[in-house]
């Protein structure tokens, strides 16, 4: 009976350890891998090189000193090969994917803008850093971050006065984002306008702060985007903001002009009691999911006579856009998706509207621009290219589309009917 039959259990905190440690184990040795494949493939390149003894050109040299990058699996210690140029031809081996002097990984650059905005002080990010990807980042002190900062000033600097003129920029959406972060003395609106080129990539172009979204704040946003290169656009896609479409039809007035039906559901739900608004939901939807803008027109005096004696604001909201939130119809059918709303910009900045109420005190206009701009490239590198994109070239040639199609495709479509 003295035996004991007790099996003792590693805790799950130490199985999920010892899991972290043996991912980041074979991430380190892939790394490793990846590394020496590029160096080989350089001498490769380089094989037939020769030098005046007729010994290879380019060779192995060792390794330079191992160092430690910070990713998202913790830090990885790496040796990048070296190689000797008996050429003389300057031919030196550059990892693409441990460049020189990098020290983090780009998606840990990433989340310290977004653990900033999520109320973590800047003492606490090193912290914060640690526990997720251990304690060895320690170094991520808070003059490090501070730097970081100033980086991003930097490159937000650069990246808002960049040429646009090499591109055509067939498509905007443009929206304000209100945030719950004081900016100096006053409440930061970010005025963000996001663009798709001929080759149906989406890019944001412009994020400026405005005071509210009035139209002279709007104006300077969109004659930086003329100063910078920026030609008509064929249409732009916002919510009812009257600041914009004015400053639009200023700066840009060949533009077509489109609601945002996101923006126009909500509103015009806001006019009807709870018990009805499914409903309303339903009829709304109908309009902009018909398949004609004469079916749509249907749809819409549908809704009109359907709660326009009992709900007359709720009518009139809707009304008051009826042409602009119908302009898609002249564009083609799969690019409807794209610009009956602004959703590109809505979901990229959604976080933020929700969580920077947690942020104590103010921060300065640049350093807050600096860290929106961070977090939307971030998003930009999620961004599928437009559906139908190989239309692009049609509608920069300005061929007419009706309810979606070409027009000459429409006629024979007629005809054969």
Wanted: with cysteine; net charge positive; charged share 25%.
């Amino acid at each position: 009976m003295d035996e004991d039959r007790v099996v003792s259990l590693e805790s799950q905190s130490q199985i999920a350890d010892a899991l972290s440690d043996f991912l980041r184990e074979k991430a380190s040795s892939l790394l490793q891998a990846a590394i020496e494949a590029e160096c080989q493939e350089l001498l490769s390149r380089y094989d037939g090189i020769r030098d005046r003894q007729g010994r290879r050109g380019v060779v192995r040299n060792g390794y330079l000193p191992e160092r430690e990058v910070l990713t998202g699996l913790g830090p990885m210690a790496v040796k990048v090969p070296r190689v000797r140029d008996r050429s003389g031809e300057g031919i030196r081996f550059k990892s693409r994917l441990v460049p020189s002097y990098v020290r983090r990984a780009a998606s840990v650059d990433a989340v310290l803008p977004w653990l900033y905005l999520r109320g973590i002080a800047q003492a606490d990010v090193g912290p914060a850093l640690a526990a997720l990807l251990g304690p060895k980042v320690a170094h991520l002190s808070s003059g490090v971050i501070s730097k970081l900062k100033q980086t991003w000033v930097d490159e937000y600097r650069a990246w808002s006065q960049r040429d646009l003129s090499s591109q055509n920029w067939v498509y905007l959406w443009a929206d304000g984002i209100y945030s719950g972060v004081r900016a100096e003395d006053h409440r930061l609106c970010a005025l963000v306008v996001v663009g798709v080129n001929e080759r149906g990539q989406k890019h944001f172009l412009a994020i400026e702060d405005g005071m509210r979204e009035s139209k002279q704040s709007w104006r300077e946003v969109l004659i930086g985007l003329k100063q910078r290169g920026l030609r008509a656009p064929k249409a732009a896609t916002g919510d009812g903001a009257l600041g914009f479409w004015a400053a639009l039809d200023e700066i840009f007035p060949e533009t077509r002009h489109q609601r945002c039906w996101v923006h126009k559901t909500v509103n015009i739900l806001n006019y009807l009691p709870r018990s009805v608004q499914g409903k309303a939901k339903g009829a709304i939807q109908a309009i902009w999911m018909a398949e004609t803008r004469a079916a749509a027109h249907r749809a819409f005096d549908a809704f009109l006579e359907t709660y326009g004696a009992k709900y007359p604001k709720a009518t009139e909201c809707l009304i008051r856009d009826r042409e602009a939130l119908l302009t898609f119809y002249d564009f083609p059918a799969e690019h409807w998706v794209h610009l009956r709303t602004s959703n590109v910009i809505e979901s990229t900045f959604a976080t933020i509207r929700q969580r920077t109420d947690r942020v104590k005190g103010a921060f300065s206009r640049t350093s807050l621009l600096s860290m929106l701009f961070k977090l939307a490239l971030c998003a930009e590198q999620t961004f599928r290219r437009i559906k139908g994109f190989n239309w692009l070239a049609e509608v920069i040639r300005g061929v007419k589309f009706t309810d979606g199609v070409k027009q000459k495709e429409q006629d024979q479509q007629l005809q054969t009917a």
